[in-house]
C-alpha cells in the first residue's frame, strides 16, 4: 500500500504559499485533504456565546468551497466533515492506515491541546506541524519565544534591528498527489449569499489584493487608518488573513512590490508596520498560552469590572447612552466588520464605561467577527483592559473625543442609527458586585 498522509486544513485554506501543498507537491504516496467543522462552534460557550457566528460561517463556506474548487482542478478532494476533530481524524487514521498527519502549527491554547490530544490517541502516528501563519518561524526570530519582548515596540525595535529575512511567498502548487480512495466527498454546506457582502475564498482575496495594490490606496494608508468607515480606507486584507485564504508573507511581499513600483512611503511602511502587530500578537498568544484568556491576564490583580448582564446586553445590540459605540455595535452586528478604531472604542466603552469584565466582550467579539483571530482578537482586548502587552497599562478611549474626532459630523452615527436606540440609564456604580476574581 502506498504511504497515505492526512492534511488537516485549518487556517490555511489556500493553494498558494501553503507551505505543506508545496512540500506534497511531489509525494509518491496518497493525500486525505480534510476540513473539520466543530459542533461546539455553534454551541454557548462559557461568556454566552457562540464561538462562530453567521457573518463568519458564511465567510468560512465560501473559502472552503473555493479552496475545494482549486484543489478539485488538481485531481485532489477537500473532505469537509463534521465532529470534534481529534475523534474524527483517529478514526480516519485507524481505518485507513494513515501514517503522517501534517497540519500548520497553531498559536491558540485549545487548538494545540487538539494536537495534543490526537498525539495521545495515535502514539504510531507521525505529526508534523508548519509554522505558517506567521512572517517568520521561530529560528527566524532573533530571540527564543519564551525570550519574548514584553511590548510590541521593543519586538518590533529588535525584528527591524536584525531584520530576518521574510521567506518569499510559495507559487501555487500545480500538481498533488492523488486523493486516499476513502468515499467520496460529502457536499459542502451552501452559504448564505448576502448582496452587499465581500466573499470568502482564495479566489476573492486574489483578486481584493490586486485591486487594493493597483490603486492609489496603500500610499494613504497611514492618513485614512483611523478612519470609521470606508473600504478602502484600510487594506481590509484580515477577512482573509483570518483563514488563511492568503498568507501574511504575500501580502507583506505585495506591499514590498508596490513600493518597488510606486516608491515607498510612511503609509507603506505602516502596513508593514500593523502585520508585525498581527506578528506580535501571533507570538504572543503562543508564548503566554491560557493566560490569553485570564481575566487578569498577565498581571497579578484583576480589573475592577465584573459581569452586569443589563450593560452586557445593551453593549451586543447597541442602545447604550453612548451613540457612537451603539453605530459600531450595529455595524458589527450588520456586516461582521468593524475597524480597528471602532474596535477600540467599543472595547474601551464595555470596560471603561460599563464597567464590565472583558472575556465576554473579547467573546462577543469572536462570536461576531468574520476576521476573529484567536491571538488578534483576545490579545487586543487584553491591551485595552490593561491585563496584557499595553505598557501603559490600558486604554481609555474618551467617546466624546473620538465622536468629535473621527465623525465630527454625525454622519458614521446616521448612517448606523446610533442616535435612534440611545438609552438614558446605565447603572455602572454598582459596587457590590465587583470585583470578581477569574
Ligand atoms: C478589541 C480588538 C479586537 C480585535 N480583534 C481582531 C481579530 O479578531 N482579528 C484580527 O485580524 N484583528 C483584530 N483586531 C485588530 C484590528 O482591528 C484588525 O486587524 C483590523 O481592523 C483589520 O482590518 P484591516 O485588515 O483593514 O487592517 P489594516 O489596518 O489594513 O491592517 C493591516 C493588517 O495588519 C494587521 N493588524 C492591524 N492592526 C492590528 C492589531 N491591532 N492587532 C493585530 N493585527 C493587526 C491585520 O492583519 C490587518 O489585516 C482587533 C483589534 C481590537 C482593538
Not at 259 to 271: K, L, P
Request: aromatic share 12%.
Amino acid at each position: 500500500m502506498k504511504k497515505r498522509v492526512l492534511y488537516w486544513l485549518q487556517n490555511d485554506l489556500r493553494i498558494s504559499d501553503n507551505v505543506i501543498l508545496s512540500e506534497l507537491e511531489h509525494f509518491n504516496g496518497e493525500l486525505d485533504l480534510i476540513y473539520v467543522i466543530e459542533p461546539r462552534w455553534f454551541k454557548q460557550s462559557n461568556y454566552q456565546q457562540r464561538p462562530v457566528g453567521k457573518h463568519r460561517y458564511r465567510f468560512l463556506i465560501q473559502s472552503l468551497q473555493a479552496f475545494s474548487n482549486a484543489v478539485e482542478a488538481l485531481g485532489q478532494t477537500l473532505h469537509v466533515v463534521t465532529g470534534e476533530p481529534e475523534v474524527v481524524i483517529h478514526e480516519r487514521i485507524k481505518k485507513h492506515g494513515i501514517s503522517t498527519l501534517v497540519c500548520t502549527e497553531q498559536v491558540g491554547y485549545y487548538e494545540q491541546k487538539q494536537l495534543k490530544k490526537i498525539t495521545e490517541l495515535c502514539p504510531e502516528l507521525d505529526i508534523k506541524t508548519y509554522q505558517q501563519d506567521t512572517l517568520f518561524t521561530a529560528p527566524d526570530l532573533p530571540f527564543s519565544v519564551a525570550d519574548l519582548p514584553k511590548n510590541f515596540t521593543a519586538f518590533r525595535k529588535k525584528v527591524e534591528a536584525e531584520p530576518a529575512a521574510i521567506a518569499a511567498p510559495r507559487d501555487a502548487v500545480s500538481r498533488l498527489p492523488h486523493p486516499v480512495q476513502l468515499c467520496p466527498a460529502q457536499p459542502i454546506p451552501d452559504a448564505v449569499t448576502e448582496p452587499e457582502s465581500v466573499s470568502g475564498g482564495l479566489f476573492a482575496a486574489q483578486q481584493h489584493c490586486q485591486h487594493y495594490f493597483s490603486s492609489p490606496a496603500p500610499a494613504c494608508y497611514k492618513e485614512t487608518r483611523n478612519e470609521l468607515d470606508g473600504f478602502s480606507n484600510t487594506t481590509k486584507f484580515s477577512l482573509w488573513l483570518a483563514g488563511g485564504s492568503i498568507s501574511a508573507k504575500q501580502v507583506y511581499a505585495e506591499v514590498e512590490h508596490y513600493e518597488h513600483i510606486n516608491g515607498a512611503n510612511e503609509s507603506t511602511y505602516w502596513i508593514k508596520f500593523e502585520l508585525l502587530w498581527r506578528e506580535y500578537f501571533k507570538w504572543h498568544a503562543k508564548h503566554v498560552g491560557r493566560q490569553l484568556y485570564r481575566f487578569k491576564g498577565q498581571k497579578k490583580t484583576a480589573p475592577l469590572t465584573t459581569f452586569n448582564s443589563q450593560r452586557f446586553a445593551s453593549w451586543c445590540q447597541g442602545t447604550t447612552p453612548f451613540p457612537l459605540v451603539n453605530a459600531i455595535m450595529h455595524e458589527l452586528n450588520e456586516t461582521g466588520y468593524i475597524s480597528n478604531r471602532s474596535r477600540q472604542i467599543a472595547a474601551s466603552c464595555l470596560v471603561n464605561e460599563l464597567a464590565v469584565d472583558w472575556r465576554f466582550g473579547a467573546a462577543y467579539f469572536e462570536q461576531q467577527l468574520i476576521d476573529y483571530d484567536v491571538a488578534a482578537n483576545w490579545g487586543n482586548w487584553q491591551y485595552i483592559a490593561g491585563v496584557g502587552v499595553d505598557p501603559r497599562g490600558g486604554r481609555h478611549f474618551h467617546i466624546n473625543k473620538q465622536t468629535a474626532l473621527y465623525d465630527p459630523t454625525g454622519c458614521y452615527i446616521r448612517k448606523w442609527q446610533g442616535d435612534k436606540t440611545v438609552s438614558r440609564v446605565v447603572d455602572i456604580y454598582d459596587a457590590a458586585d465587583w470585583p470578581l476574581n477569574e
